[in-house]
């Protein structure tokens, strides 16, 4: 198997596709209504957004994206990759291309936000370097959500 790593934006349809199975995998970890709106309130990704998309026969099975957050900061969003994909270091690869898209875009740092169900994600986000802050925005009173950021530079790569 060959996968290819493209960069696109929010329009892509296996972008599209991808965020849609997405959602639907978090909801069945969370069904309560307001956590519902809020979740889907702080999900919302424009089509300018920069995205990074792995493809493997013309199929988009993983991506992650990009969103302004604070003059000095973006905030990854929507990152995912298809069940049958995992544990092929895909996510990495996404994560990696995002940092090094966001420093050449003039960005300082990366944050994020996740679930403490999600355990991979929380592992996945430690191992490359990301440190816990305190919750940000909206997610400041969610005891259930992460805060991770990661501070750019050729350091960090």
């Keep these: 198997m060959s996968y290819k790593l493209i960069r696109t934006d929010g329009s892509h349809p296996g972008f599209l596709s991808l965020i849609r199975a997405l959602d639907k ?3 069945s970890h969370d069904a309560d209504a307001e956590h519902e709106q809020l979740y889907i309130s ?7 957004v920069p995205v990074s998309l792995v493809i493997l026969d013309e199929e988009a099975v ?7 957050y604070e003059e000095s900061d ?13 544990g092929r270091g895909l996510s990495r690869r996404i994560l990696r291309d995002l940092e090094v898209w966001a420093e050449e875009l003039g960005r300082k740092r990366v944050i994020l936000e996740t679930g403490a169900v999600l355990k991979a994600a ?5 191992s490359e370097g ?4 305190e919750n940000y925005g909206h997610y ?10 990661k501070e750019l530079g050729e350091e960090n790569h």
């Design 130 to 133: 990301y440190r816990v802050i």
């Design 140 to 149: 400041k009173d969610i005891p259930e959500s992460i805060c991770f950021a």
């Design 62 to 68: 993983g991506c992650a994206c990009l969103r302004a």
């Design 74 to 86: 973006f905030e990854l969003k929507r990152m995912y990759v298809l069940p049958e994909h995992r």
């Design 42 to 48: 702080q999900n919302i990704v424009t089509d300018d």
């Design 25 to 27: 995998e978090l909801r």
């Design 122 to 126: 929380v592992s996945l986000y430690k």
